[in-house]
């Protein structure tokens, strides 16, 4: 900015009048500081230059303003329309079988028959055992609402035999419902069933199967009693006891160390039984689930090949409900009437079966008055005990032996949580044992790797012998 030639002249009376020769105040005019029209200060001379800019610059930050409003609006919009879309989205509009067996892991009982709750989130897939609860609410419609029988879209007996059925081929256990045949369905409205999950392929590595050794079909009508449940075992009227007439015949060497093995778990995956059937050795006990399904066939299966079969007797434990036994389990606060109808409806899901292994029964067990009616049950209809060994303190044998129940006892339960190399590894501590003892009784969970691991380690066992469990009844001390 230039200014003018009189900007801040003085005039000729202008003079400085002190004593420093400075302008005092008094010596300028009232024209000595004005500016030219030009001055952008200079509001009387046209108006503000500065201002002029300010308005402008508002009008272009008002502007800025407003475009940022606009695509806020619109970002907005669009996050609402597309987010919106998104929860709908992940709405369950349909049920997978994995998400329905999700969804009934987080089931609780409805008659004190309660499971712990599941917290891993953990679906049912090939290679682990998880829980499946029947009259579990399920949310959302799609795949299991076409077999699901509720109208509140529950989680149903029904239901849950379907949806075990699409992932093993089926399982078994009690339905009070269905009067026709209360243990031909899945599950109960009560509590959870394990369901081992064993697909084709994984036990395709076993080979062939072994030769069968058949035993004779439990055709005799003398060994059954027709009840509106079913079939069950008692002694003929000649004496003839079922546990006897459907031994498998020992044919090994009586001074030579014996190893009664017993395989357990059976009935509940398809691909997983047909393999310990066909690749087990005959001497080789093969017990069954309480809620196997087609256990009558399996049964007969089983001894096609020459197996013995027991069928599992559950029973309450001290742990309960951390370890549950299920809801055909027999318990200390049952009255004797309803545990000796629950082992009734046991004793009707086969025939041909030698008699009952215990499962769990840490707290039944123990319980003498609990106990002995079931015992006396056993006795009376011919059949034979396996006590499993899970508590110090059980009643079962020395009641057994004043009933001359015949009866044999765990000694070892094998881990079979583990590789075939660690399971093998047991089965020849096992034979070591059985070799200063004279025997021994184990159980072995049937997997895959225990089922391939005793099928190579029978056939290079050279001193022991399997030994059907039959004949080892009374043989073992308390």
Known sequence: MADDEDDFDLDEDDAPTGESGVPAPTDFDDDDFDFDDDDPFDKEG???????????????????????????????GAYWFFAGDTEEADAPQSMSVSGAVGLALQGQATTGLTPQANTSGAKLTAGNAQKLTAGTPVTGGGKLAAANASTQGKLTASTAATVAGAVTGGMGGYDPDNKEAPLSTAAVGEVGVNIPVVLPQVVASLGQPLAPQPLAPPDDQSLFEVTKTGLMPTISPEGKEPWKTYARPFSGDPAKPMIGLIVTGLGQSANLTQAAIDHLPADVTLSFSAYGFGIKEWAQKARAMGHEVLLELPLESDTFPVDDPGPMALMTSKTTSENLTLMGLLMTQAQGYVGFLGQYGTKFLKNEKAMKPVLSELKTRGLFFVDPRTVDGSVTLEMADQMQLPRAIVDHTLNTNASVQKVRAQL?????????????????????????????????LKNAQLTPITSLAGRQGS
């Not at 201002?51 to 619109?74: D, F, P, Q, R, Y």
């Not at 070591?432 to 005793?454: C, D, E, F, R």
Request: cysteine-free.
């Open 46 to 76: 046209g108006g503000s230059k500065f201002g002029a800019m300010l308005a402008e610059k508002k009008k272009i930050i008002l502007i800025a303003l407003g475009v940022l409003l606009i695509l806020g609006s619109a970002g907005g």
């Open 428 to 460: 020849d501590t096992l034979a070591t044992l059985a070799g200063n003892q004279g025997l021994t009784v184990a159980l072995v969970s049937a997997t895959p790797s225990s089922i391939k691991s005793i099928k190579e380690w029978a056939a290079s």
